[in-house]
């Protein structure tokens, strides 16, 4: 599942990105900006080829389109696979969850179709039906029945506070039209309204809360949300598959899928794109890396990416020349890990970093189940992947209140927190989520390593820890917590930020490359 959240906003114009300024001006981001003064001015970088493994993206925005990766052995539009690497016309990239049916744009989390799975199994058995060799599969279905009617319960809930919602505007917009005397009206003339009671209050303060923070954009991507749990998410009979038309079943079928990789639903992937590698020329957004192609590889739907899907994205970007992958996505369940892991291992094999979001449920991943990870099945761990937190612009908001964390599995944070980035339709808005965290530390990678090409994976991943901004002994709220109080009530629980990830800080580009440079001599 993709892991961003939608704040909006659009520009022509040059937007401030506080994730490139230096800690020291306030604001705490990754020194890029003074790093490009600084350090690298007449120096010359070495192209890279960072892969953005995610929803698609829009690579005619003119942010992007003349960073995007050309597969020059391939001839575009002659349905032939030039190159021979067994994908006809990959000219940017793959899509994995494209077809000839069509392209998968929505699918089930992948806790539905475990549970789907066994549900087909045990549905109506009881316990004394089952032999000993399935009693711990079954006990799992049950655990699981419990937990999907539980979702499914709480789905409801939303949908009924959602519609209450949408009432409750239509009431104020009804009464403030009739207050006013007119159908249509301003900011200015809701605050002007006298409020006598108190429902005229609640109404004058919902008014303005909507009309000040665009309600209606918000108010649709939640119902779409909250519907695309029945339609899609939680949907037993709902399944996409036969539009890529592979054998599904065969986790170690590599050459299905089509080149349409911009979508649909590309507004994550394009977003991910952007503070990667968007184009530094005065307009719009800076991608944190200068020179850098970036190699679009679509896999994740509005739902749950396929471990298949995940593991081929992985092969495929490892492959044909990057050196980076951004992976903003992730789950609960993986019930072929072993085919992701061996793609990490290849990948690994191949020299490539791997960069993966933490995930937005401000939950403790050490403790918490999240794929894909870098703890392989056989118990060893890849030296090539970094996990990435996200961080916001002050040292009060240094953890992201939706971050997850973890003192083993989380490597480091990287700013995630209202970053301005390419969005669809040409446009710039601004997200936030671990989604935006992990390719701000992809454009640090891959900056350093445009200087610096000689380093290995495994060093560039030891240089963006070791360089991390260090707010170790920073006391922060700790993300998706509360502390129970004896008067009943409840607090957000402190802890130091050094407690939260592996290295303890922030990654940071200016720093990077000093360290860079010392290990390159």
């Known amino acids: 599942m993709l892991t961003g959240h939608l704040l909006s906003q659009s520009s022509a114009q040059p937007i401030h990105q506080w994730h490139h300024q230096d800690p020291g001006s306030g604001e705490l981001g990754v020194s890029s900006y003074k790093a490009y003064s600084e350090l690298l001015a007449g120096k010359t970088p070495t192209q890279i080829v960072v892969a953005v493994i995610d929803s698609g993206t829009e690579t005619a925005h003119p942010d992007l389109g003349k960073n995007i990766w050309v597969n020059e052995d391939e001839i575009a539009g002659n349905e032939k696979d030039d190159d021979g690497n067994g994908y006809v016309d990959d000219i940017h990239g793959w899509s994995f969850i494209g077809g000839p049916g069509g392209n998968v744009e929505h699918d089930n989390l992948e806790f539905t179709r475990v549970y789907k799975e066994l549900r087909t199994k045990y549905y109506g058995r009881s316990k004394t039906e089952i032999g000993k060799a399935e009693v711990e599969e079954f006990e799992r279905y049950e655990r699981m029945n419990t937990e999907y009617q539980s979702r499914i319960g709480k789905a409801t809930e939303e949908k009924i506070q959602m519609e209450q919602v949408l009432q409750f505007q239509q009431l104020a917009i009804s009464t403030i039209q009739q207050a006013l005397g007119k159908d249509e009206f301003t900011l200015e003339e809701v605050k002007g309204l006298n409020a006598d009671d108190d429902f005229m209050k609640a109404v004058k303060e919902f008014m303005i809360s909507s009309l000040e923070q665009d309600f209606a954009s918000d108010f649709k991507e939640w119902a779409n949300h909250v519907n695309n ?255 129970p109080l004896a008067d009943g009530t409840t607090r957000p629980k402190k802890i130091k930020f050094g407690k939260l990830s592996r290295s303890g800080g922030v990654v940071n580009l200016y720093n990077a490359l000093k360290w860079a440079e010392k290990l390159s001599k």
């Open 229 to 483: 749990q029945f339609d899609y998410s939680y949907n037993l009979d709902f399944d996409p598959r036969h539009l890529v038309g592979d054998n599904y079943n065969d986790v170690n079928e590599k050459f299905y899928g089509n080149n349409h990789i911009d979508g649909p639903k590309a507004e994550h992937g394009t977003h991910v794109a952007g503070i990667i590698g968007a184009l530094n020329n005065n307009e719009g957004v800076d991608g944190i890396a200068q020179d850098v192609k970036l190699m679009i590889i679509r896999c994740v739907p509005d739902g749950d990416e396929r471990d298949k899907d995940v593991a081929n994205a992985i092969r495929y970007a490892a492959d044909n020349g990057a050196r980076i992958i951004n992976m903003s996505f992730g789950k609960s369940y993986s019930p072929q890990k072993d085919a992701v892991d061996a793609a990490v291992k290849h990948a690994e094999s191949k020299n490539v970093l791997l960069i993966h979001a933490a995930g937005n449920d401000g939950k403790n991943i050490d403790k918490s189940k999240s794929f894909p990870n870098d703890n392989f099945s056989d118990k060893t761990k890849s030296a090539v992947w970094l996990e990435v937190g996200a961080s916001g612009v002050s040292k009060e908001e240094l953890a992201a209140d939706f971050s997850n964390y973890g003192k083993k599995n989380v490597d480091v944070f990287a700013p995630g927190a209202g970053i301005y980035s390419t969005f669809i339709g040409a446009t710039y808005k601004k997200q936030s989520g671990t989604s935006m965290a992990a390719p701000v530390a992809a454009g640090v990678a891959a900056a350093v390593l445009s200087y610096y090409p000689n380093l290995t994976a495994a060093e560039l991943k030891t240089i963006l820890m070791k360089s991390a901004t260090n707010y170790k002994k920073v006391t922060v709220i700790l993300p998706g917590s509360n502390e």
